[in-house]
């Protein structure tokens, strides 16, 4: 299948390619694909690790040394949605690049459990803390090839009626199914990429800038999405965003980030 080969040519370039970071989100889902038919995870296991908190101390982070994060300690418990509020450039992205394995930190420790996160296969890890990126990337092929192809490769099977589901749930009409997914616009490309994680049933969602390309009665939908997958799938999110008020409407907890240090934030 032409698409396949493609990916697997990119999937190499991007191996060997360090320091492209948009490469690099094309990976995550790349690195599911190349996951064996059997998942690494068992559903035994899912379930065990769903009750467990992530628990990050003391991440650093420096760029061309300069300090981005700065012993980041916090927690996230099983079933919340923790917001991380910050100005841009504050190293959102960056700490939850930091949680999926997409960049390793200069220090400190995370640990789902008694599962140091840092340790583990990093195939294991993405199957679990799935990363929803802030740019959306798609690849070759239908919005219905791309949300089939990770649970395809993971031997997970996805009927019709659950991809005109999760299409709607996302907030598009399911006539979207068979358009050509870079042809969507941006706002839509993110809700597709929020449908394709979602197929995946991670642990916990890590949401970059979910709403940021969409007008309000669009941000609406999907945060209602968002409470409603948390209350009725316990679903446990992370999410990031510079929108106050939004951290406000969604947050169970809320922390600041700002001057690479992480604070308590009251709403
Ligand atoms: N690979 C990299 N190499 C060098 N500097 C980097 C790299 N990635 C991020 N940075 C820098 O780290 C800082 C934090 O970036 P990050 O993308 O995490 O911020 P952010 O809070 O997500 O911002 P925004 O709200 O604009 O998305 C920025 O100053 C950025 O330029
Ligand atoms: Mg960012």
């Known amino acids: ?106 220090s400190g420790q995370i640990k789902l459990g008694s599962i140091n996160i840092l340790e583990q296969d990093v195939l294991f890890v993405r ?37 005109v589901k999760i299409i709607e749930e996302v907030g598009l009409n399911k006539s979207f199914l068979d358009m050509i997914a870079d042809n969507l616009s941006v706002g839509e490309k993110q809700r597709v990429a929020l449908a394709r994680a979602l197929l995946l049933d991670p642990l916990i969602l890590l949401l970059d800038e979910p709403t940021s390309h969409l007008d309000p009665e669009n941000t609406r939908i999907l945060e209602d999405l968002i409470i409603s997958l948390n209350k009725r799938r316990e679903k446990t999110f992370l999410i990031v965003t510079h929108d106050y008020n939004q951290a406000k409407r969604l947050g169970d907890r809320v922390l600041r980030l700002d001057n690479g240090e992480l604070k308590e934030f009251k709403v």
């Open 127 to 163: 199957r679990i803390l799935t990363y929803v990126a802030q740019i959306p990337v798609m690849f070759e092929g239908t919005v219905r090839d791309n949300l089939l192809l990770a649970p395809r490769y993971l031997g997970l099977h996805v009927s019709e009626d659950e991809l």
């Open 1 to 106: 299948m032409e698409i396949n080969y493609r990916l697997f040519r990119r999937n190499k370039n991007i191996f060997s390619y360090e320091g492209i970071i948009k490469q690099k989100e094309i990976s995550i889902i790349i690195d599911v694909i190349y996951m064996p038919k059997v998942s690494l995870v068992s559903k035994e296991e899912l379930s065990r690790l769903k009750n467990e908190r992530l628990v990050v101390r003391d991440i650093s982070k420096r760029f061309d040394n300069k300090v981005i994060l700065r012993k980041i300690t916090f927690s996230i418990n099983p079933g919340e949605i923790l917001i991380i509020v910050g100005p841009s450039g504050s190293g959102k992205s960056t700490l939850l690049k930091i949680l999926c394995r997409l960049i390793e930190p200069d």
